[in-house]
């Protein structure tokens, strides 16, 4: 089994980002949807699926040690993105995981999506990452890099908006 290609493992899980990475906090309300449908969405790739990246993983749904990789492109030109699931939670109040980067993966680092239901019943969807290059290709993007990564997250939240069912 490879290892990460970072040392803090399950930090998106915690909140506590490492310095010396870019971060990424982005937080959308999905309203009064059924968490259980949202959190279905996100554990089962479907999410993912939906906002057009290609899901090749070891399991059917997100679970501490199931490895994924995504991709994002066509044929030669995709991106191959592969992680492993380094935390999965599913219970009364979120659902969600967080996976760290493996060897090949262009950058290094740890990306989180979460489904969680605030006090009034609203459910929100989250992604929190930390990241930075892992060789020349996501090092010569610069800013270009994390202004996909902000897009990628607010697409995801959109998309996910669609999936969930309304809250009966």
Do not use: N
């Amino acid at each position: 089994m490879d290892a990460l290609t970072y040392p803090e493992t399950g930090a998106t899980l915690t909140g506590e980002l490492p310095p010396g990475y870019r971060h990424l906090r982005y937080r959308t309300r999905l309203g009064a949807v059924d968490l259980a449908s949202a959190g279905d969405a996100v554990l089962d790739w479907r999410l993912h699926r939906a906002a057009g990246i290609r899901i090749e993983a070891s399991a059917p749904r997100a679970a501490e040690g199931v490895t994924v990789v995504s991709g994002l492109g066509v044929g030669r030109l995709r991106l191959r993105a592969p992680c492993r699931v380094v935390w999965a939670v599913r219970d009364e109040h979120r659902a969600g995981f967080g996976y760290g980067t493996l060897p090949g993966h262009p950058a290094r680092g740890e990306e989180a999506f979460l489904v969680e239901r605030d006090d009034r019943g609203d459910v929100w969807f989250g992604v929190t990452a930390f990241s930075r290059p892992a060789g020349w290709l996501m090092g010569s993007a610069g800013p270009f890099a994390v202004a996909f990564q902000q897009l990628y997250a607010r697409h995801l939240g959109q998309t996910l908006r669609r999936l969930a069912v309304p809250q009966r």
